[in-house]
């Protein structure tokens, strides 16, 4: 087994989510499963190869979804493609979230921008078997409210038994919620730290402050679950490229307890 | 532990030759070896000490193209202690399921004793010893009349086996030649770092409080990545998409892009930052991770740092 080679993927749609932020739907050439959680490395053959955590359900099978934020030179490739190209992936690489750590428990799931992506995975897997969790929070912030990903199915989740908070940093005419940074909606959600879990993923400055503010509110630092953003190259703990303290991101993480990585230095740049 | 006339080593090597590309430690001058592919009847000499580069780049290249290749059987001859100990540690991290299949398990290593010492060297600095006490195929000792030879595994067996008429039982008089010579090469290298052992223990303590150390010797720093290029301890590399295939080039963790994440965030954006996580890297990381630590005590950072450097005196230094 090569861990290097990949297997073909189709993009079977695209979703325009924002005006840099897009999904790609995609339908592996051969059985391809994966723990929410857990991420892929996503190449555009002979341009780069970036990694990303799929944001669809794992419970899916036929094929999964990855939404993806234009922000340099592969995620432009990737911008580019068309339905019916081809692509390579490799995974379901690292370890994702440990759900059974979160049964009989208060899910508070904070995200930020296109953080939501793998928290999307995320909430679908918990909303499936809701009744294993003794409630499911969602607070998101965006830039503004063009800058919400997944527009449409907030209802659906909130429908399915998700309690959902939103803010954006600078609202519009139609903005009928928060306005703020995401930390601002812990004013109107009371949450249960003792019995709860945190998972946040979002842009550096706000998985500082959101974490920040969550342990202010009580929770602890081992029921905070941080998905950390490195620049995972080979995805099997072997070029060094994501190290973080002892740790590799891609084989140890990429989601870490806050307190496996509180005293590593400069994990929130 | 057996023993082999210079006579018959030649001999043994020229049989070797035969399925098997050899490479050993040619001298260049009186401070530098460098490896060169043995050709037939070349003197292969095993004195001396370790050579300008480590023998990493025979398990794995510095730009590799990553598909099947035809690999011709390699012997390295001459490896020393601080080049073993380095693969010991790449093989962890290479060989950890999932395995990387280009990480080459076929080179056999034939280690030998130092038998004299580069100015940097400094591995009993470390309380590491100048000979190879595992980690190796066979590990040769050099007499004046031939070499003691030590088995390291089953394939290091299978061939003196095959060879059985070359070497005969070596005598009690020879092993203690040999604990001789290695107590007088250890005594050379402790006297040249003033006695002075690093406790690892505390090193790796003391490490992060002493910042003002770090920054001291750092800054001298040009972030060329001579110093991770040429360590034996040093893995790291960037896979980037080929023509056809995957390539794997030698990494850096001195090169500013090297931690950088899409958007632009980076850890370790300045000079300092990149400097003390090679340091954190060798004597916290790794040994918390792989119970194995990044440094060998070779001395070629300090060998070919373009800002001199010093990394065994900042090691003293923190320690103090």
Known sequence: ?269 | MKFISKENFKSFVNALSDKYEIFYPAKLNEQQYEWAKWENNKELSLEGFRTILPAKYFFYSTRENLTEKAKKETIIFGLRGCDVRGLELLKKIYLEEPKDPYFRTDVLIFSADCTSSHRDCFCTTLGDKPFAESGFDLNFSCLEEGFLVEEGSERGKEILGSHSRLFREATELQKKAITDKRIKIEEELKKRSEEKVLDLQDLKNKIEKNKAILEEYGKDCVSCSSCTNICPGCFCFLLCEGEENKIRYADSCQFKGYARVAGGANPRKNLIPRFANRVYCKFIYRPEAQGLKGCTGCGRCFSSCQGKIDFKEMLLKIQM
């Open chain 1, 1 to 269: 087994m090569d861990p290097y080679k990949g297997i073909k993927a189709e993009v079977l749609s695209i979703i325009n989510e924002t005006p840099t932020i897009k999904t790609f739907v995609l339908k592996p050439e051969k059985e391809f499963s994966f723990s929410t959680g857990q991420f892929i490395q996503f190449a555009v053959p002979k341009v780069g190869e970036s990694p990303f955590t799929p944001s669809s359900s794992p419970l899916e099978k036929e094929k999964f979804e990855v939404t993806i934020m234009r922000v340099g030179r592969v995620t432009e490739s990737i911008h580019n493609l068309r339905k019916g190209d081809v692509v390579e992936i490799r995974g379901p690489l690292g370890k994702g979230y440990p759900l059974n750590e979160f049964e009989k428990k208060e899910v508070l799931i904070l995200g930020g921008g296109v953080g939501l992506a793998p928290l999307r995975s995320l909430l679908l897997t918990l909303l499936y078997e809701k009744h294993k969790y003794n409630r499911i929070v969602l607070l998101y912030g965006a830039r503004t409210p063009i800058d919400i990903v997944y527009k449409n199915e907030f209802p659906e989740w909130a429908k399915k038994g998700a309690e959902i908070y939103r803010s954006v940093d600078k609202g519009d005419e139609n903005w009928k919620e928060k306005v703020g940074v995401v930390t601002t909606l812990f004013e109107d959600v009371k949450l249960n730290p003792d019995n709860g879990v945190a998972v946040v993923c979002g842009p550096p400055i706000m998985m500082k402050f959101g974490t920040l503010k969550l342990l202010q509110i009580g929770y602890k630092p081992e029921n905070i679950y941080l998905s950390m953003e490195k620049n995972m190259s080979c995805g099997i703990g072997k070029c060094g490229h994501c190290g973080l303290g002892k740790y590799f991101v891609c084989k140890d993480g990429p989601v870490f307890k806050y307190s496996q990585i509180m005293n590593i230095e400069g994990i929130w740049e």
